[in-house]
T-cell receptor
Framework: RKEVEQDPGPFNVPEGATVAFNCTYS??????FFWYRQDCRKEPKLLMS???SGNEDGRFTAQLNRASQYISLLIRDSKLSDSATYLC???????????FGTGTRLQVTL | DAGVTQSPTHLIKTRGQHVTLRCSPI?????VSWYQQVLGQGPQFIFQ???????GRGNFPDRFSARQFPNYSSELNVNALLLGDSALYLC????????????FGQGTRLTVV
């Protein structure tokens, strides 16, 4: 089983739609979780951290469910500029190793 | 402020050759990590260095090695290149450990022919 699993997509949604991505992780000792955004042929960029209490940043909401080892990202009112690959990431161990999922590709269309 | 800089940006090498990739972290950051990203996959952890010491190593063969210099810059070396080493190599910089805030460079795209 992969340490971090995501649906690769692609998710094709119209502008203005709400879209949700899910991610599961296998290491119950994982300390922290993040969502990164990666545009085509570019480096990953931190989108937001994920806390047990959930957190919101504008149109983006991230949730963590430790009991189910499940992380989600909700994007409301999708914009064309949201088109990218979204990477679910966990932070593990003393080496602070980031473990990435394969990424979920989002394409927002007119 | 300069972000994480990597060099070169693109590289073509022949099977069996050796390659050295370089990374300069954000000023003040003491931790550098290296990741390999093949097409269609997420980045895979190769190494982490903090204060010039190796703090973590991923599941990569001994052909891969790295080091961190006193100025916190880092080099990733790969010997005896294989076709499967073709990938985007990413360097991540963070202030310290744990690296809850990792910033990535633009990467070095390595093609092995």
């Amino acid at each position: 089983r992969k340490e971090v699993e995501q649906d690769p997509g692609p998710f094709n949604v119209p502008e203005g739609a709400t879209v949700a991505f899910n991610c599961t992780y296998s290491n119950s000792a994982s300390q922290s979780f993040f969502w990164y955004r990666q545009d085509c042929r570019k480096e990953p960029k931190l989108l937001m951290s994920v806390y047990s209490s959930g957190n919101e940043d504008g149109r983006f909401t991230a949730q963590l469910n430790r009991a189910s080892q499940y992380i989600s990202l909700l994007i409301r009112d999708s914009k064309l500029s949201d088109s990218a690959t979204y990477l679910c990431v966990d932070l593990t161990g003393t080496a602070s190793k980031l473990t990435f999922g394969t990424g979920t590709r989002l394409q927002v269309t007119l | 402020d300069a972000g994480v800089t990597q060099s070169p940006t693109h590289l073509i090498k022949t099977r069996g050759q050796h390659v050295t990739l370089r990374c300069s972290p954000i000023s003040g950051h003491k931790s550098v990590s290296w990741y390999q990203q093949v097409l269609g996959q997420g980045p895979q952890f190769i190494f982490q260095y903090y204060e010039k010491e190796e703090r973590g190593r991923g599941n990569f063969p001994d052909r891969f090695s790295a080091r961190q210099f006193p100025n916190y810059s880092s080099e990733l070396n790969v010997n005896a290149l294989l076709l499967g080493d073709s990938a985007l190599y990413l360097c991540a910089s963070s202030p310290g450990l744990p690296n809850t805030e990792a910033f990535f460079g633009q990467g070095t795209r390595l093609t092995v022919v």
